[in-house]
């Protein structure tokens, strides 16, 4: 194995974890929607667990998913 058939080894793989941490925030996104979607009957204390959960969602999808995408927009390829 030589030296640029490593490289390029490390590159799929870096490739394949931004695409699997993209797609975790994106469903992490998506159930934070969800979540946020109550009926008006929903009881209080549900209601409560619900938002807190789905909020915590919308945070961790926008980490997971929008600021990577923002730091290679503007040129940060980390």
């Known amino acids: 194995m030589n030296i640029k058939e490593i490289f390029r ?3 799929v793989a870096v490739t394949r974890g931004r695409r699997i941490r993209s797609l975790a925030g ?3 996104l998506f159930s934070g929607y969800a979540f946020l979607a109550v009926s008006p009957d929903t009881a209080a204390d549900w209601l409560v667990a619900r938002v807190v959960l ?6 961790a999808g926008f980490v997971l998913a929008v600021v990577p995408f923002l730091n290679r927009s503007v040129g940060d390829d980390r």
């Open 54 to 59: 789905g909020f915590v969602c919308l945070f």
């Open 9 to 11: 080894q490390k590159g």
């Open 26 to 28: 994106l469903a992490s």
